[in-house]
């Protein structure tokens, strides 16, 4: 007997089973006798992007931000964003003791689960502190002068965040994402500007892991790269398919590890995921 996936109809999500019927995470599965990590991590990537669907169909006007969640549907939209949450770092924790080769279709479908977990969190008001809320300027209508860059919160602690500022010649500081930096601009040096963002959000995902950093503001910190990266890297506009169009696998590795990082620090304040 094998081990397996069990999910319900009116439950969102799914998880494993063991061969006697025994839930177990998906690094417990691959520790069976006779394992097939290769089958199974695929099989698991699967059954998200299922659920994905399944979120999406239910709640997409919220997804979209076309409207607010209704009472009745905020119990859903919370099991919903805690279920594709455990997925996400189910599978980072297999992928870590698995051995096998990065996979392209892994950022991907992660990517798109981020996006979506960021969604549903902020439509219900629980998503941590954008770096440097409340600090920057307003632009105001017509076309905006100056030059952008990936602005520190604080320099000697990356796990507070970066994000894009545009930084005008009367003083004004305004945001910015890397969408407006790469389709909505003009005297852009875009690849520059991507490695930038890469390297940005690698090094958030690596400093929230540290024990000592406030939980809140690191989840705000990587959710926000992490969410200005997958946005700009949707198959269309109207689309939340995150793809990786460099085909690069490193890009791929970027998005598993800052999913999950972000999972796991809200974890330390989130008890529900």
Request: negative net charge; charged residues 25%.
């Amino acid at each position: 007997m094998l081990p397996r996936i069990e999910a319900h109809d009116d439950v969102i999500g799914f998880h494993w089973c063991s061969p006697n019927g025994e839930r177990l995470t998906l690094a417990e599965v691959i520790a069976l006798p006779g394992a097939e990590p290769d089958r199974w991590l695929p099989t698991h990537l699967e059954a998200l992007d299922d659920v994905l669907i399944e979120v999406a169909g239910r709640f997409g006007e919220v997804l979209g931000g076309g409207r607010g969640p209704s009472p009745d549907e905020k119990p859903a939209i919370a099991s919903a964003y805690c279920a594709i949450d455990r997925a996400c770092v189910e599978y980072d924790d297999a992928r870590l003791i698995a051995d096998l080769p990065d996979d392209v279709r892994a950022g991907q479908i992660l990517g798109t689960a981020a996006l979506m977990s960021i969604r549903l969190r902020e439509s219900l008001g629980l998503m941590g502190p954008t770096p440097f809320a409340g600090v920057l300027d307003h632009p105001g209508p017509g076309v905006v002068g100056g030059t952008a860059g990936m602005d520190w919160v604080d320099e000697d602690k990356h796990w507070l965040g970066a994000r894009w500022v545009v930084h005008c010649e009367d003083g004004r500081r305004l945001p910015a994402t890397l969408s407006m930096l790469l389709f909505d601009s003009s005297g852009v040096m875009k690849d520059p500007a991507v490695d930038e963002h890469r390297a940005a959000l690698g090094s958030v995902t690596d400093a929230v892991t540290d024990p000592g950093v406030e939980p809140m503001a690191a989840s705000g910190a990587i959710d926000w790269l992490l969410f200005d990266w997958v946005m700009a890297h949707r198959e269309s506009p109207d689309s939340g398919a995150v793809e990786i169009k460099s085909g690069k696998v490193a890009d791929a590795l970027m998005i598993v590890r800052a999913t999950a990082a972000s999972v796991r620090v809200r974890r330390r304040f989130d008890p529900a995921i």
